[in-house]
């Protein structure tokens, strides 16, 4: 059995307690909803979803995004969804402007009014996220940002802050970002599936 400097039960129980944290925390139902109302709004009125965040947070931003233009629990059409993942836009922006604005360029070329923006943070300090919620309100789109920590400079920035309140280190705020990111994409599956059958 590997020997390890660590109880992986004490992983476990933090974890869970992260959780139990936010699930204490008095708004966390309503800021979901109101999440999953703002998406499915700007969907059904011909918008889409950008999401973008960094290292752990890009491949959450992925996820989310992969499962609405594919299938997550339903069979039905597919929903309009990015994440900002294209290495080429990545290293072109970062080379010629700076790595604080790879995703903010992009919603300058991408981002339509009644778009929204999906940023995730776990520091809630992200330069490239803080500049892309800048651009929203250029653009008139609505910005959600998941966080974590006190919810750092973006929670005053973007439209939508939901925090997930840990001091410790990124992982445990990322797992429950995940939780919330399937939460969003359960909700836009059931809130747009019957709406988009009954068009057709």
């Keep these: ?106 919603l300058e070329g991408m981002g339509q009014e009644g778009d929204v923006f999906l940023g995730i943070s776990t520091s809630g300090n992200s330069r490239n996220i803080i500049e892309a919620c800048r651009v929203c309100k250029e653009r008139k789109m609505k910005s959600i940002c998941l966080l974590g920590k006190d919810g750092g400079k973006l929670k005053d920035m973007c439209d939508l802050p939901i925090i997930v309140p840990h001091d410790g280190f990124a992982d445990r705020i990322q797992e429950v970002h995940t939780t919330i990111i399937h939460i969003f994409i359960r909700a836009l599956e059931q809130l747009l599936t019957s709406a988009q059958m009954g068009q057709r």
Aim: with cysteine.
């Design 1 to 106: 059995m590997a020997q390890l400097n660590f109880d992986v039960m004490d992983d476990l129980i933090e974890s869970r307690r992260t959780l139990d944290n936010f699930i204490a925390a008095p708004n966390t139902r309503e800021v979901i909803l109101q999440g999953c109302d703002i998406m499915a709004e700007s969907i059904n009125h011909g918008g889409k979803v950008i999401a973008a965040g960094n290292g752990g947070s890009m491949c959450d931003a992925m996820h989310f995004a992969e499962e609405l233009t594919g299938r997550y629990r339903l069979n039905r059409p597919s929903l309009p969804a990015i994440s900002i993942c294209d290495p080429c836009h990545i290293t072109c922006v970062g080379n010629d402007y700076g790595f604080d604005f790879i995703f903010s360029r992009f």
